[in-house]
């Protein structure tokens, strides 16, 4: 298993509705398309970078050769007025921009970053609207010219990346951005982070006032943006260990100091007994005989105060290992937001019965100086 977590260096949301304004410093980004007082169709569109050096350092010194996604993960703060099915599109962003130091509603308007129409500070250059360099386009209607350029594919490679919503469903958003990262790392094209818009249909409509809301990286909770990297670590050798196959059974983390830095990666040792052992003649204790877990067992991390799932179990991405020593899984510290207390929990299948071990296995990160 391996999960790994970068945020924002920025990130800020434009609008038509105020085709001048910044706002780099808002606490929430907003994707929208609703009509204004006037009746006129507006919308809005977020932008979220991430580190060149941080996705390369993570690519190059923590993922290394192994096979990796990478999704673009935003936390819901509202929504309004959605229908019953949308999506919500990702593309590589074309030019440069300055994030500025605006909010929305900002009196008078802030201009110190990038908006609808310029893309650099103080209404220094605009976004292109026309000759659009190739695999590159924008979109905006007449009168309300910007809103951004991306690119649309490179070399063969598709850069369109969606996530589609129904009725009722969760409305976080975690989008495969893998193809774009993978052009960032390799410099194959500028790394100006990722715009994320409605599609067409629902942008500048005048019938509904379509808005979500996300936390950006200014938000004072534990739910910024991040760029999650996922790939399989894992290894299962269970030497001479038997695997663990009663539900009655007693499975608990055995190295658990309760208390860790942000930085670094902690292996979690695992111990699992039955609560009934087999009657055997040995000469040390059966309760101290460590047993695998099945193959199918995975991990998560669950936030203790608001019960989040801060990393849900994946059964490509989060599987519990195994050695001659006994079940076990990483778990890298600087991926998770310091001076939070985590939960461990265990998913596995013993006996045919699927469960969720929790026997309060909590710990903290704290920040390194």
């Known amino acids: 298993m391996a999960i790994f977590k970068i945020f924002p260096e920025s990130d800020t949301f434009i ?4 085709p001048t304004g910044n706002a780099g410093k808002d606490e929430v980004i907003e994707i929208a398309g609703y009509k204004d007082i006037s009746g006129v169709g507006r919308t809005s569109r977020a932008i979220v970078k991430f580190s060149t050096t941080e996705i390369q350092s993570t690519l190059n010194n923590t993922v290394g050769a192994n096979a990796w996604v990478s999704n673009l993960d ?17 593309y590589p962003v074309a030019e440069s921009w300055d994030n500025g130091v605006g909010k929305f509603g900002d009196t008078p308007i802030n201009k110190s970053g990038t ?10 250059t605009p976004w292109t609207t026309s000759s659009f360099a190739a695999n590159t386009t924008g979109s905006y209607v007449a009168g309300q010219e910007g809103g951004g350029t991306w690119y649309t594919g490179s070399a063969g490679t598709n850069l369109e990346a969606v996530q ?16 774009a990262v993978d052009l960032y790392y390799s410099a194959s094209i500028p790394n100006n982070g990722f715009i994320l818009k409605l599609p067409g249909s629902l942008e500048f409509n005048t019938s509904s006032s379509v808005a979500l809301k996300y936390f950006g990286v200014d938000t004072n909770t534990i739910y910024p943006p991040s760029l999650t990297f996922k ?10 260990l038997s695997v663990l196959n009663t539900s ?32 055997t003649f040995t000469t040390s204790s059966i309760y101290l005989t460590n047993n695998a877990l099945p193959q199918s067992t995975y991990w998560g991390l669950r936030d203790e105060h ?7 179990f994946d059964t490509s991405y989060t599987k519990v290992s195994c050695d001659s020593t006994g079940p076990y899984f990483d778990v890298y510290m600087n991926g998770l937001e ?13 006996d045919g019965s699927t469960t969720v071990v929790d026997n309060r296995n909590i710990f903290k990160i704290v920040r390194n100086g």
């Open 15 to 18: 609008y038509s509705e105020y």
């Open 74 to 90: 935003l936390y819901l703060a509202s929504a309004n007025e959605l229908p019953i099915s949308h999506s919500i599109y990702a």
């Open 115 to 124: 908006s609808w129409t310029y893309r650099k500070a103080e209404e220094a």
């Open 164 to 179: 589609a919503f129904a009725l009722n469903s969760e409305l976080d958003l975690s989008i495969n951005v893998t193809n």
């Open 231 to 240: 790939w399989d670590d894992s290894s299962y050798s269970t030497g001479s």
């Open 248 to 279: 009655e059974a007693q499975i608990n983390i055995k190295n658990n100091k309760g208390e860790y830095v942000d930085e670094g990666k902690q292996r979690f040792r695992i111990f699992a007994k039955p609560t009934y052992p087999t009657r």
């Open 306 to 312: 608001t019960e989040e799932m801060v990393v849900d």
């Open 338 to 350: 310091p001076e939070r207390y985590y939960r461990i929990l265990i998913k596995t299948t013993l």
